[in-house]
DNA sequence: CCAGAAATGCTCGAAGGGAGTATAATACAT
DNA sequence: ATGTATTATACTCCCTTCGAGCATTTCTGG
């Protein structure tokens, strides 16, 4: 491959996604008014993209932060900065088990604020029959523009699958019904500056897809918690409700917590066993399931 | 949030990981005497990285690319270009039909070279209980490094979990028994320059998960194809043996694939139906599989 | 014609998961 | 005190999925 001469100017950012879950609401920090997401330049010196985000975001919100992922890295040309500079920017996932405190540059804020047809909790959410698929309706001019809509926002009964929160986000773009493409007034939902809502969608998407596999819930709960909280963090996340019998018998067949031994009052009714994830088993778990039909061996 | 001065000198590098399998062997592209992953600078003037890395890849193997992922950014210090220079690589997994022709630039080879422990289609390899296992046995201080041993190689009765290529490669690495690390001798496998064994372990346990949830097996199968050649692709990217029948009916019943009407002779046996793959799916399963407990709505 | 190799069809049983019923233990209103 | 609302927790039922294997069919090559 012929060795060309790189791009000159080149600026790369760092953006973070950082989410908590508090009474049952999922939080995203914001800084800028609550229209940024938390973003820093990329400084030399730090051993790894990784623990360069860790320390930064450690020293701005003086709390721990529980588990970083990398999310995605954007370079497309019109997140070209001042004249000829290449913006590259490298988006994490952040969890952390408590809301930052004083001395935090930022805000926390819902991030169904930003997405708000992503809130299937109470039922399929107003928005989406009442403007979204109409103005989807009017935009799509092949059916199967249409059909993509049909299936990505489960309308016409299609089944509602939670995870499709770019695709959604991206659709809805594409249709210039977010004010963030420049095409007028958005349908809903608050929008954020550059591309940083779609990088809070994508943020969305990773860990509802997550917390399907791994226990990654648990970087959000406190030390000890009753089974209702850890359920109402899935659903904050999920955006949708959990069978409460089964969601126990999911979290207590997989061995995943154990009894602390005390129990909640004051919760309105039957007091509750307190529980603490077990952090054993993310060793034990790391030898993860698997689909293929194998043979023996 | 301060804003700082950005580092200054950063060059942005692509690097391919591609992908085909080819009579039953996964081979990856590679260049400079097979010793690297093609990489190249990065353009200004592309749409996306995604688009720039297409024409780019397909302008050097006049072949199209069927499917491209983003793997990861990498930035670390020690990667370091020059003097006071950082580099950050940008890392994508992209999977072709066929191998690249005349005109390219890179040779093929068969990945299992680069890693031959991941292969455990033939049961599990000597090298890990010849080499491997006492040399990670005799590095282990602490009891729980040699757990983590155990546990990702599949040791002492464990079971081996063929997504966990990453994991173990960081954990030869860790062990100082890749040359990669400046530590002397290997313990398997040829070397890469750089981190590319890294980055192709990332890319290979990406797909290896990827094939169990999505359809992308069939970017790297021919027009139409027999179910056991599907099934040797699969094995193939697995590094171990799937059941057959359990397999043909994990396809069938999925509606993956429709019979083309053609069969194939001279495989040995009962002639084969040939198929293909019914790209409609690719639209219908937008809606995929949830593993939440969810309530009906 | 016979052995070997694939392809394909079918069955059995264990495990997992969706959905609902039943019972227990508290707070709170009357 | 009593009843009601609310939450916690224990089971049951049933259907689907999936691992594992047997059996049969249809070709190629002596």
Redesign the pocket.
Known sequence: MPIRAPVRGIVADLIAVLVAVSEGEPLVLTVRERRALPAGPLESGHRSLQTGLRAWVEAQTHHPLGYVEQLYTFADRDRTASAGQQVISISYLGLTRERAGDGTAGEWRGWYAFLPWEDHRAGMPAVIAGAIAPRLRAWAGAEAEWQRAVLTFGLEGQPWNEELVLQRYELLYEAGLVPECGAGDGVAGVPMLFDHRRILATAIARLRAKIKYRPVVFELMPESF????LQRCVEAIAGRLV????F???I??QELVEETGE???????????LFRFRREVLAERAVAG???????A
Do not use: I, Y
């Open positions: 009753t089974l209702l909280q069978h409460k019998q089964n126990r018998r999911l207590e067949q129990v909640t009052h004051g919760t309105g009714g039957r007091p509750a066993k698997t689909k293929l039909p194998l043979v023996r």
